[in-house]
């Protein structure tokens, strides 16, 4: 294959027109980002060339001869293939049968499974990915996230139909460690040296304009940008997206952190963490830095009360809560790494979800249950946090997913917490509610709000945070003021290449 193109791509669900005469040709051995804000179309894009949703109408060509892709054996037939931001794989089963579900399985004497030629065939796709430290044999639910992308890499490549001549790749990295990013991108480089084409899908700019050569952009369902990557730049890619400018910047604090001690944590241990010592002021934001695994989302679930730990925690001179119940009733907000997961009620309403935690001061006398209170409590943080939905009865798990995280933060804000507990806050989410959701930390530390923040994006912990602190194999290594601060150092101190201050 030498170019696979669609032209005039039309997808509606009832009135709302989702794509309109959407243009997009994908060529061998480039990697083409596809780029736009949550609801742009994306989604409904990767659907419909997986053969998921059938086009309203769409001309599909491959090196220039019509081809039909109405379900997901022609879109197999075609040579496509795809890695979705949620990883498919079957915890419970082998590396090997994982790559091998669905395929045909090797047998012995025509029905018995020849466990032998699928742990070898399974070893060989995985070897074209360079991921021989993987043994087929060993449960997939045992794998780092970065081991899990190569399984699914490897599945795609052990087919015994059409050779895979197109990768579509769905927020590929949202999980992923730096090392596991690096790992993935040589992939992505090697599938292109073959002549593969690749459709890559991701918020991250950054290793967007690293790793793409094309890029289209979707606005509203249409193109509002479609070309070389080195005929545009950062800044015009975002105004693309959003139709307006989005600076490239981090809002600035109007006022200074408050006095006394919101937070005390004293020599704490929890998961992987250990000797973690801080002292947080009324609207102080410190960040959490360190490698994937190094205890960051424990450290914030043992302040919530959510798990087993030592040492110490008060809150506002109290002892710290008891369970993550105990903390909402305290002034403790969370936001959790995994939203869907861990955050909403996907098939809830938004509003039974931004006032879930607020019940019993929503209610009449902590005991009766007063719905019009509860609606216009969340229309209200619906209205705060720039949140788009048809309307607040809507179930969370219709949103994209930046409204989505924007329901988990209006929850967050209900409560006017004194502290906010915040794991990954802009994992997953475009551009523009990106912006929105810096603009909300940003407006909660201005209210005396205090900020407990892990994020693996560097930049964006620089650029909120007053202080961060160096976690290091686990232990801390040090706290440092965020002020002057540049990615390159802070890596290099998350690594131990270089120093580190110690007070806390």
């Known amino acids: 294959m030498r170019e696979l193109k ?13 794509l309109r005469g959407v243009d997009l040709g994908l060529r061998a051995g480039e990697v083409h980002a596809l780029m736009g804000e949550n609801g742009a ?3 409904t894009l990767i659907k419909v060339l997986a053969g998921i949703v059938p086009a309203d109408a769409m001309r599909l060509t491959v090196d220039g001869a019509e081809h039909r892709l109405v379900t997901p054996d022609d879109a197999a037939a075609l040579g496509l293939r795809f890695v979705h931001q949620e990883l498919n794989i079957v915890p419970s089963l082998s590396v090997a049968e994982n790559i091998l579900l669905s395929r045909r399985t090797p047998r012995r004497l025509g029905f018995a499974v020849d466990w032998r030629a699928m742990k070898q065939r399974a070893g060989e796709a995985l070897a074209r990915f360079g991921a021989t430290h993987i043994d087929p044999g060993a449960r997939a639910g045992s794998l780092s996230t970065g081991d899990r992308m190569l399984t699914v890499l490897a599945g795609l490549v052990a087919a015994d139909d059409t050779a895979p001549s197109v990768f579509v790749m769905d927020e590929p990295t949202a999980a992923l460690t730096h090392a596991e990013a690096e790992r993935l991108f040589a992939v992505i480089r090697e599938l292109q040296a073959r002549g593969a084409a ?14 793409a050569d094309r890029v289209t952009v979707l606005r509203d369902g249409a193109v509002a940008l479609s070309c070389a990557m080195s005929q545009t730049s950062k800044e015009g890619i975002i105004a693309a997206m959003t139709g307006r400018d989005v600076a490239d910047a981090y809002p600035a604090r109007q006022t200074e952190p408050g006095q006394g001690a919101v937070l005390d944590v004293r020599d704490l241990a929890a998961g992987p963490a250990s ?20 205890g960051q989302s424990e450290i914030l679930r043992a302040i919530l009360g959510d798990m087993p730990c030592s040492g110490t925690v008060r809150h506002e001179g109290r002892a710290g809560p008891r369970s993550a119940a105990d903390a909402w009733l305290s002034g403790i907000a969370y936001v959790p790494r995994e939203r869907r997961r ?35 409590e969340a229309e209200a943080r619906g209205r705060e946090v720039r949140l788009k939905c048809e309307s607040i009865g809507q179930s969370a798990g219709t949103l994209s997913g930046g409204n989505q ?8 804000i209900a409560g006017a917490p004194r502290l906010a507990l915040l794991d990954e806050p802009t994992r997953g989410v475009d551009v523009g509610a990106r912006a929105d959701i810096y603009g909300m930390i940003r407006t909660l530390s201005g209210q005396g709000t205090a900020v407990v923040m892990a994020s693996s994006d560097l930049p964006e912990l620089i650029g909120l945070s007053d202080r961060i602190l160096i976690l290091r194999a686990g232990r801390q290594a040090g706290i440092v003021p965020a002020q002057g ?10 690594y131990g290449d270089a120093s580190v201050e110690a007070a806390a």
């Open 41 to 43: 179309g994306k989604s």
């Open 275 to 294: 000797g973690v010592s801080f002292t947080l002021r009324p609207g102080e934001i410190i960040g959490l830095a360190g490698l994937e695994g190094s």
């Open 198 to 211: 690749i459709l890559y899908v991701s918020h991250r700019m950054g290793e967007v304009v690293e790793i």
């Open 405 to 412: 995280q924007k329901v988990v933060f209006a929850r967050a």
């Open 485 to 494: 601060l540049g990615p390159a150092r802070l890596l290099a101190m998350i």
């Open 6 to 18: 669609i032209s005039g791509l039309d997808k509606s669900y009832g009135p709302a027109r989702v």
């Open 342 to 376: 861990e955050g909403l009620m996907l098939s809830r309403a938004i509003s039974h979800n931004v006032v879930l935690p607020h019940l019993s001061r929503l209610s009449l006398a902590g005991l009766w249950s007063r719905p019009r209170a509860e609606r216009a």
